[in-house]
């Protein structure tokens, strides 16, 4: 064990030998007091080492869960952590983000026996689960050699939740085509091919989804459930009798009660949800009808039988049932006298008496700060230990050394967690200067007092235990913030970074770069000279056919015009193609000779040539409080060799919200200012410029760089003292609005602007830029680039760096597209509010923005609500910004101004009413606001009742529905030019350029 040093002090303490003695005596339940937060993680972990048992770890919350998760896995790599399960009653048009594989994964490392640690809520005891042995019945194996049935087994994935598509793009799909079945299992890091030779298997090989390459053989994979709702033609028919029988009882009994509009609401809702169970067994909200389909669902602590199980802080965890219980309870009562549910689902919680009696017949350690009384599970042994919580140094070194120097002297064992290997290894260094001895181990066996030791990992919070004479201090203690490890992402052999900006689908059109227009059918596999080889099958004009290996897709693109316009299909070998791109080539020039001569300028143009690194940049860059990303350091080193060259630099850095391009940028900057340059960092709202000002001020604390803000937040007199500071370059750092690009401001010696989010400027305010940025570095950042920016980053006008690696332990928004309706708004906001967060409200009307924040409170008394919107005052809109983050409001009525700057990490619900009448890219960078922690966050998109939805909205809403997975920015800013074409400078032939 990696750490059996660290553990083996409290093993041998009084105290874990008593918890070990009443376990072996059956005391339960055992209590444990006096542990605080990550320390409890200590003792977990060294209960586990010693029992051989598996566990499950109940907190009071998913948060809770998470963070001690996140804990447990510094100590052991068998620690899983399960979300718990949503019940959605309501008419769901669309849901998104759901987080079933992550619940999937865990299902099946429960199934494999084995020791291992389940983190979750004690919520989850609550639900109701099908049956453990559906899993069981439904997990197969299919190896090279095997002989199958391909349509008896399409029968039974289809049972057990796949879905039977043309091509597979995502998780828990599967496709069959000739004898080749691809394959996407829940478990999987990668989709299967799975080749077939008559009957019998004859090879199984992963393969990237982008390009379609193989990446490696294997001899046997492991077919998985791929939903929570298992199925036979049996359990199908007992669910449709049940539904139907119920919904006629209760059509009876709002008939008495004469209302109407229950009654056509009950029988469009399930009438609707009958109809799909009779045609593909399947529809959005299927899970909340469980109790229908099978005679005894489960519990999770059936799952988890023979577990030995914590339990952190009992009477919270009492307190969330109740809490569950009483919403869920208030929320059915309301659903089923509006007739939008039926009376079974009840069941869909299990019986609060019976979970708490499982409990009571359980082998359970309880875990508390304090000693407190519980009628719930009363304890009947108590270990009591005395612990304490270490404060945070803030990355105040003196503080951190005099705090070292004290424990050495008074015989403590001293771990300090580093995150990474590198920054440990030079923490050593510093140490060693300070004249502390340590050393750096990858390996704790033993820990001496007085010994202070480093060594990789993260905890939320450091602890020491006086008694036992040991302390860890945590990464975040030390540096300000945990540098949580990046996922090791390392490229497979047939994985390239972007192959395919877009998925191909059979039926769309492509452009292949030799040959023009055609229509792609699919993947094929052709067998010349004895050698199976898969091809792209491309249909071309008289039914002429173009096969192209999979290995030249960077030969053929997906086909980008104005949506709804469709291209002419050119002819193989007629020269149509070669006679299009010269009269493109001239419609550029006539089109665009404004845009090439700025261009032509730049590129003539003699950039400044930035020095190298200095030892400078290095120490400010090792102060970044995370792991970088690999596209990170990708960005980092193509603008670092385009302001290293003579040509001026102009680059889109494309990245979803909260993936570090700030980061990218505050480099680019700081590498400037080493040079003697002034930046200006450019952005639309004052609200993001003062965000980026505060990043900004505490990223540079350390240094003598000196920063200033200009926007309509300072005052006339503040300004003309920034505008002179500037002018005299007394600033090294400016961050403003537009008003950066009026006259009266003037830079001594400006090196490098940076635009951030430039679709959110103006024509006018357009022109400006261009003509400020002729012989300057330019970075423009951006989740979504306007179509023509992007336009001119895929055809090469512009360079282009894409950050696409999600941050980690980050969730997919869970995205509802729904008619809006008063009792899911309020439930909506209550969640968020019981679980102590706030909640954005999108309402994009300045004129009546008053009138429905007071209907929201009306409709939520129990919420403070406040508004904002551009048209306030500047101090009235920054005081109602600041008591928002303060929490003095729990729900924020506000327009569109809050899609970029705001990063408020505990607000993860927002509601965007008549989202059908917004922007694709406004949209996205307006769910992006929320779920920027590892907290569930929830997007309702509504739109009003009965209204019929144009066609344009219709794609974006099912846009913003589809592409719901972390980096879909990218992805967002091509459909955007999808359905919008690439505007006046590329006009309909907006791919075909493409190729020249």
Partial sequence: MRLDGLIKPLRDSKE???????????????????????????????????????????????????????????????????????????????????????????????????????????????????PVDLYKNYTFNISIGDAIDL?????????????????????????????????YSPIAVEPYRIELFGDEVDSIRSFNLESQRSIEKVESIEIFPAKEMIFDSHTIEKGYEGIEKDLNIIIDKLKKSKNKEAIESIQSIIGRNLESLKENWNF????????????????????????????????????????????????????????????????????????????????????????????????????????????????????????????KSRGFGIVILSGTRPRGE??????????????????????????????FGSQLKGFEYPDLKVCVISDKEVFGEAKRKAVNRATKKGVSKIKSFTELKPGDYVVHVNHGIGVYRGIKQLDLQGHKKDYLELYYDSDDKLYVPVEQLDMVQKYIGTEGKTPKINKLGSGEWAKAKRKVKKSIEAIAEDLVKLYAVRSTLKGYRYSKDTVWQKQFEDEFPYEETPDQLSAISDIKSDMESDSAMDRLLCGDVGYGKTEVAIRAAFKAVMDGKQVALLVPTTILAQQHYNNFMQRFSDFPVRIDMISRFR?????????????????????????ILQKDLQFKDLGLLVIDEEQRFGVTHKEKIKNMKKNIDVLTLSATPIPRTLHMSLVGVRDISVIETPPEERYPVQTYVVEYN???????????????????????????????????????????????????????????????????????????????????????????????????????????????????????????????LTEVAEKRLKAIKDFTELGSGFKIALKDLEIRGAGNMMGELSMVICQL
């Fill in 284 to 407: 959005e909200t299927i899970d909340s009808f469980l109790p229908y389909f099978y005679d005894k669902p489960s519990s999770f602590l059936d799952y988890t039988k023979d577990y030995f199980i914590i339990i952190d802080d009992v009477q919270r965890c009492k307190g969330k049932l109740d809490s569950v219980y009483f919403e869920f309870e208030e929320n059915y009562k309301s659903f089923l006298q509006r007739g939008n549910i039926l009376p079974k689902q009840i069941e869909l919680l299990l019986n609060r008496l019976e979970i708490f009696e499982a409990l009571k017949k359980e082998e359970i350690i309880t875990l508390d700060s304090i000693a407190k009384s519980t009628s719930l599970l009363p304890p009947r042994s108590i270990v009591n230990f005395s612990q304490i919580t270490l404060h945070n140094y803030q990355g105040q070194v003196d503080l951190l050394i005099d705090d070292i120097k004290n424990k």
């Fill in 426 to 455: 030079r923490l050593v260094d510093t140490l060693r200067d300070r004249e502390i001895e340590s050393s750096y181990k990858d390996v704790i066996h033993n820990i001496q007092p007085g010994e202070v030791i480093i060594t």
């Fill in 16 to 130: 874990f030998k008593s918890i070990i003695s009443d376990i072996e005596s059956s005391k339960f339940p055992v209590g444990v007091f006096g542990l605080s937060e990550s320390a409890r993680s200590y003792l977990i972990d060294g209960v586990f080492e010693q029992l051989d048992k598996p566990f499950l770890v109940l907190t009071h919350s998913d948060v809770e869960a998470r963070k001690l998760y996140e804990d447990l896995s510094f100590y052991s790599t068998q620690v899983y952590y399960f979300p718990t399960k949503e019940v959605v009653f309501y008419n769901i048009d669309a849901i998104s983000g759901d987080l079933r594989w992550e619940r999937l994964k865990v299902i099946r490392e429960i199934l494999n026996r084995g020791n291992k640690i389940i983190v979750t809520s004690i919520e989850a005891l609550a639900s109701s689960y099908i």
């Fill in 822 to 948: 008063d009792q899911l708004i309020r439930d909506g906001i209550l969640r968020e509010l019981n679980r102590g967060g706030q909640v954005y409200f999108v309402y994009n009307r300045v004129e009546n923005i008053k009138e429905m924040a007071a209907y929201v409170s009306k409709l939520v008394p129990e919420a403070r609500v406040g508004v904002a919107h551009g048209q306030m005052q500047e101090r009235e809109l920054e005081n109602v910004i600041v008591d928002f983050m303060k929490r003095e409001y729990d729900v924020l009525v506000a327009t569109t101004i809050i899609e970029t700057g705001m990063d408020i990490q505990n607000v993860n619900t927002m509601i965007i009413h008549d989202s059908d009448k917004m922007g694709l890219s406004q949209l996205y960078q307006l769910r992006g606001r929320v779920g920027r922690t590892n907290k569930i966050a929830y997007c309702y998109l509504t739109y009003r009742k009965d209204k019929v």
């Fill in 151 to 183: 349509e008896k087994i399409s029968e039974k994935l289809i049972q057990c939740g796949y879905e039977r598509v043309e091509i597979v793009d995502g998780k828990g799909q599967f496709s069959i085509r000739g004898g080749i079945m691809d394959l």
């Fill in 715 to 739: 005052t006339t007199a503040q300004q003309k003292a920034t505008i002179k500071a500037i002018k005299d370059g007394e600033v090294d750092i400016l961050i403003g609005t537009h008003r």
